[in-house]
């Protein structure tokens, strides 16, 4: 017994590379204020601790108007940790930014919609949601994701590039994820999250309308608020400006 | 080689054991060398359906464990040639199945029996996944209520992940759905979800219905599988969906209600 194992060991790589590829919380910076942003963190930890004890997060300088000389990622870092958030590393920003990240210790990575955050809608279910069986097979057509079989409960599907086609009902208790539109061709009764690194034009199609939680670029509605005249029947779901709305698909 | 056909459903008290215990003495019945095995490990009620309680010396935990041979735990029903069973135990918990354990019993069950049903007990933990890993075949026992429908799909998902032919990429397993407790006027009342609804959201093959009856009850406390009282709607239904099974088709019966007496027709009761 042990001698086969011994080298199987020794006969083995003591490491391999793989791709993989893994949803992060990006913490998109305006401005860096350390005291506002000391207490804006507290704030929102208190509404969700769960959520954020130990999470790995990423900072977002796409949207960052202040000057690079300004960010101080030690501080930053340190303002994260007294609430025990691990800084990975730092997305988007120019040479100046990448060069403060090195000295930080911090990964960069390119900015853009590379690995952008799924919308977060409840927290606490969220992260409670990641330990999911995989997802009924799928054939992948280039960018996009056909599935064919029925998306049960407690399944996700992903179609991290392009758009997710399911010829068949996502039942209830079931997720299907985006990057692009969502095209159901059967009952929506699960979630359906589409745009998911942001993409405020995707929307999502069903033959009838009966989801618990439908979101597009992380704008999203619950079941409750969809019991309109448009519940149970086919129906078409998009972001106008701001405003998430849902428009019947045959007219 | 024999068809490993688990019994399951995800919600508890759904009729599980009934089904197992008609489903492996219809195909006996039938002429097919079948073993029921209880997985219900720590709560085991097959062995009280089965009428054999008194019988048990080793169980499937012993056999796992090598305690006790096979035969020695094997229990051959008396009522039908044919048909054994394989209790579970009442002392140990779940963490007694392991996966190689559980194999390498159903490897040696396979060689001799042509179909091993497994009874799996509630839930979608340890115990339901070793039930179903090793299944060909399974069937879904759903009652006609929104719960059991949930779980049930969560099931089928499962079946589709984390069975065996699903870790292997094999031919997918092959999904019966059961519907059981089956009451015409509760549908027709809207008490009860309907059939259509049921196939609606599960979309799965249909085994039977079987109808909500007293003789279910009445045969699970005298310790007979209901299907072997013929006169019953129930066993009637049994038979059917074991036909089903076989591959044989049959055509839905019972869905009516109960049958009204000849004297209530007569006189429009």
Redesign the interface.
């Known amino acids: 017994m042990s001698e086969p194992a011994a080298t199987a060991t020794e006969n083995r790589a003591c490491f391999e590379l793989r791709g993989a590829s893994q949803t992060l919380t990006v913490m998109e910076l305006h401005h860096f204020d350390p005291d506002a942003l000391e207490r804006d963190l507290r704030d929102k930890i208190r509404q969700a601790p769960n959520f954020f004890r130990d999470l790995p997060l990423v900072i977002g300088l796409d949207h960052y108007e202040g000057n690079a000389a300004d960010l101080d990622f030690f501080q930053l870092i340190g303002i994260c940790r007294t609430h025990s958030i691990q800084v990975l590393g730092v997305r988007g920003g120019d040479d100046d930014i990448r060069r403060l990240a090195r000295n930080a210790a911090l990964a960069w990575l390119p900015g853009g919609q590379t690995s952008a955050p799924r919308p977060v809608p409840d927290p606490e279910q969220e992260t409670a949601e990641n330990t999911e069986?995989?997802?009924?097979?799928t054939t992948s057509t280039g960018a996009g994701r056909l599935v064919t079989?029925?998306?049960?409960?407690?399944?996700q599907v992903y179609a991290p590039e392009g758009d997710l086609i399911i010829m068949?009902?996502v039942?209830?208790?079931?997720e299907v994820l985006a990057a692009g539109h969502i095209h159901i061709y059967g009952?929506l009764?699960g979630r359906a999250l589409a745009g998911v690194h942001g993409d405020t034009s995707a929307s999502i199609f069903c033959q009838s309308l009966e989801a618990e939680l439908v979101s597009v670029a992380g704008h999203y509605k619950i079941s409750e608020d969809l019991q309109g005249d448009d519940w149970r029947t086919p129906a078409r779901v998009r972001l106008e400006g701001d405003v998430l709305t849902v428009d019947p698909l045959t007219r | 080689m024999a068809r490993i056909i688990v019994v399951t459903s995800g919600k508890g008290g759904v009729g599980k054991t009934t089904t197992s215990a008609s489903i492996s003495t219809g195909l006996a019945q039938r002429g097919y060398k079948t073993a029921v095995i209880d997985f219900d490990v720590g709560l085991r009620n097959l062995d009280l359906i089965m009428n054999c309680e008194r019988r048990v010396v080793y169980d499937f935990v012993n056999v796992i464990q090598g305690e006790a041979t096979l035969n020695q735990a094997l229990i051959r029903d008396k009522r039908v040639e044919n048909l054994f069973i394989l209790p579970a135990s009442q002392t140990r918990d779940k963490e007694a199945l392991t996966a190689e354990g559980v194999q390498k019993v159903l490897d040696e069950m396979s060689e001799t029996f042509d179909y091993l049903v497994c009874d799996s007990p509630a839930g979608i933990e340890h115990g339901a996944l070793m039930a179903l890993y090793h299944a060909d075949e399974a069937i879904v026992v759903t009652n006609p209520e929104v719960s059991s429908v949930?779980?049930s799909?969560?099931i089928?998902?499962?079946l589709?992940?984390?069975s065996r032919r699903a870790e292997e990429g094999r031919e997918p397993v092959k999904e019966h759905l059961l519907l059981t407790r089956y009451n015409n006027e509760r549908v027709e009342r809207g008490e009860m979800l309907s059939l259509e609804d049921v196939n609606?959201?599960l979309?799965i093959s249909l085994l039977g219905v079987i109808p909500e009856s007293q003789a279910v009850l009445n045969a699970s406390n005298q310790g007979t599988p209901v299907i072997l009282e013929d006169d019953s709607e129930a066993g009637g239904a049994y038979a059917d969906a074991v036909a089903r099974l076989l591959g044989e088709e049959r055509p839905l019966r019972f869905l009516d209600g109960q049958k009204k007496g000849f004297l209530k027709r007569m006189f429009g009761g």
């Open positions: 069986e995989s997802a009924p097979e079989q029925p998306v049960r409960s407690g399944q068949a009902p039942g209830a208790g079931a009952p009764r | 949930r779980d799909d969560r089928l998902g499962i589709q992940s984390k609606d959201i979309s």
